[in-house]
């Protein structure tokens, strides 16, 4: 037989499910765009003068960019599915 667990706190209802679930997104969302925010503008940095790119490169990452932006505003509607990873043109 199984060990039985010793839980003394009640299961939580549907709506206290639902508000735990909006507490954590509350709380994991904000450091999670701040870290995303800050990786795109080391993108942009990519455009100052220390570096050299081509029009097709430069194309290829915003268009990624606008991809990945898209993506994620299909799945806030419901939509779910990945894009693959990033590869920078010659």
Do not use: W
């Amino acid at each position: 037989m199984g060990k039985q667990r010793n839980n003394s706190t009640p299961a939580l209802t549907d709506a206290q499910k639902k508000q735990v679930k909006r507490d954590n997104f509350a709380r994991v969302l904000p450091p999670r765009m701040d870290k995303a925010l800050k990786a795109i503008r080391m993108v942009g940095e990519c455009t100052l003068p220390t570096y050299s790119y081509t029009t097709e490169q430069a194309q290829a990452i915003v268009d990624k960019l606008h991809g990945t932006v898209d993506e994620v505003k299909a799945r806030f509607a419901g939509v779910q599915g990945k894009t693959g990873g990033f590869k920078l043109p010659s």
